[in-house]
């Protein structure tokens, strides 16, 4: 028989691990959320696993394999672990407290987001998933209620059921996360890539627009089946958002954008930034060849591509390779030059005798 959650009312402890705990903040299955204080007085939130959480050997892997996700993110957009023991009894995780409502909760109060505030979302959101994506992170439950409306803006939180892969590729293949907001492929068969992260984002956004699913339906199957076959409801998203969480929603994994590419978009960018060109290359040398005096000679081949101005503006050169040394050319322009300056001289005497 399984032991249930702990109760709102049932009396919190005084200190986890050294942080005195002021209350508690929230509770689940596998663990209970409290607000305590460091030493300098600085507010944390701690979390600790369940009795029945403890003694399931995969929620204490889980249970530590959030830690290590969580660490591993860029603390700008999810709440900072600063300490956790593994080893406690209970054990715990102590991460930055970022007070403010969830996104869920922001939307069942206030109603569905629009204009700077929607598209400030999506922004912040599509950015916490790229850290969160280039830390090697697949999150797997990305959904209203993991994502913490800050002062600093919003945080995405609850690596419980993240994956840290070992290498490339699937990371995982077991079937975990929310149904409203879980990928084809999650449902189909189990398996979580960064491009299932994109389909919850999609999911989020068009909920934080519409203020419901875009998979809305009265039971779980519903839910199931029209992730797997129906078309999102994407109604309340204005152009060019409902586009692009279209595209994030796409059923074939391969066809979604990456959240780097869903970033780019919403900055304006069609394209993630490309790397910069290499400088050109110098044009080759036309090869030098011995004349054949029998043949007109060699032509320079740029010369020859250029424009009639420019051929016109510059004299034609030749190329040709030289068929003795430098050194016995010298000789020879000497010798040529001298037989020029005596034929001259015949020439001359001759015309005055």
């Given at each position: 028989?399984?032991?249930?959650?702990?109760?709102?009312?049932?009396?919190?402890?005084?200190?986890?691990?050294?942080?005195?705990?002021?209350?508690?903040?929230?509770?689940?299955?596998?663990?209970?959320?409290?607000?305590?204080?460091?030493?300098?007085?600085?507010?944390?939130?701690?979390?600790?696993?369940?009795?029945?959480?403890?003694?399931?050997?995969?929620?204490?892997r889980r249970f530590a394999r959030e830690a290590e996700a969580?660490?591993?993110?860029?603390?700008?957009?999810?709440?900072?672990?600063?300490?956790?023991?593994?080893?406690?009894?209970?054990?715990?995780?102590?991460?930055?407290?970022?007070?403010?409502?969830?996104?869920?909760?922001?939307?069942?109060?206030?109603?569905?987001?629009?204009?700077?505030?929607?598209?400030?979302?999506?922004?912040?959101?599509?950015?916490?998933?790229?850290?969160?994506?280039?830390?090697?992170?697949?999150?797997?439950?990305?959904?209203?209620?993991?994502?913490?409306?800050?002062?600093?803006?919003?945080?995405?939180?609850?690596?419980?059921?993240?994956?840290?892969?070992?290498?490339?590729?699937?990371?995982?293949?077991?079937?975990?996360?929310?149904?409203?907001?879980?990928?084809?492929?999650?449902?189909?068969?189990?398996?979580?890539?960064?491009?299932?992260?994109?389909?919850?984002?999609?999911?989020?956004?068009?909920?934080?627009?519409?203020?419901?699913?875009?998979?809305?339906?009265?039971?779980?199957?519903?839910?199931?089946?029209?992730?797997?076959?129906?078309?999102?409801?994407?109604?309340?998203?204005?152009?060019?958002?409902?586009?692009?969480?279209?595209?994030?929603?796409?059923?074939?994994?391969?066809?979604?954008?990456?959240?780097?590419?869903?970033?780019?978009?919403?900055?304006?960018?069609?394209?993630?930034?490309?790397?910069?060109?290499?400088?050109?290359?110098?044009?080759?040398?036309?090869?030098?060849?011995?004349?054949?005096?029998?043949?007109?000679?060699?032509?320079?081949?740029?010369?020859?591509?250029?424009?009639?101005?420019?051929?016109?503006?510059?004299?034609?050169?030749?190329?040709?390779?030289?068929?003795?040394?430098?050194?016995?050319?010298?000789?020879?322009?000497?010798?040529?030059?001298?037989?020029?300056?005596?034929?001259?001289?015949?020439?001359?005497?001759?015309?005055?005798?």
């Amino acid at each position: 028989m399984s032991t249930p959650p702990p109760s709102p009312h049932d009396p919190a402890p005084e200190s986890v691990g050294g942080y005195r705990i002021l209350r508690r903040l929230g509770s689940g299955g596998q663990g209970t959320v409290y607000l305590g204080e460091d030493g300098t007085g600085a507010r944390v939130a701690v979390k600790t696993l369940t009795e029945e959480a403890m003694a399931d050997p995969g929620m204490r892997r889980r249970f530590a394999r959030e830690a290590e996700a969580a660490r591993k993110v860029a603390t700008f957009c999810t709440a900072a672990v600063v300490d956790a023991d593994m080893d406690a009894q209970p054990p715990y995780i102590v991460s930055e407290y970022v007070e403010g409502p969830t996104l869920h909760q922001r939307v069942r109060d206030r109603g569905p987001m629009s204009g700077g505030d929607l598209n400030r979302l999506a922004v912040v959101t599509a950015t916490a998933l790229v850290a969160i994506h280039e830390a090697g992170i697949v999150h797997r439950d990305l959904k209203p209620g993991n994502v913490i409306l800050g002062e600093g803006g919003a945080r995405v939180i609850d690596f419980g059921i993240a994956q840290v892969p070992s290498g490339a590729g699937t990371v995982t293949h077991s079937t975990i996360g929310t149904p409203a907001f879980m990928a084809p492929e999650q449902i189909a068969e189990g398996d979580a890539t960064p491009a299932s992260d994109v389909f919850a984002w999609g999911a989020l956004v068009a909920f934080t627009a519409g203020g419901s699913s875009p998979f809305d339906g009265p039971t779980v199957p519903t839910v199931l089946y029209k992730v797997l076959h129906a078309d999102p409801d994407l109604s309340a998203l204005p152009e060019p958002l409902r586009t692009l969480v279209g595209r994030a929603l796409a059923k074939d994994p391969a066809t979604r954008p990456t959240s780097e590419a869903l970033l780019m978009s919403l900055l304006g960018r069609a394209d993630p930034p490309a790397a910069p060109a290499p400088a050109p290359a110098p044009p080759p040398v036309p090869p030098t060849r011995v004349l054949d005096q029998a043949h007109t000679p060699a032509v320079d081949h740029r010369a020859a591509a250029a424009s009639p101005t420019e051929r016109s503006a510059r004299p034609l050169r030749l190329r040709g390779t030289p068929l003795v040394s430098a050194d016995a050319g010298g000789v020879i322009a000497g010798i040529i030059l001298l037989l020029l300056l005596v034929g001259a001289i015949v020439i001359g005497q001759g015309g005055t005798g």
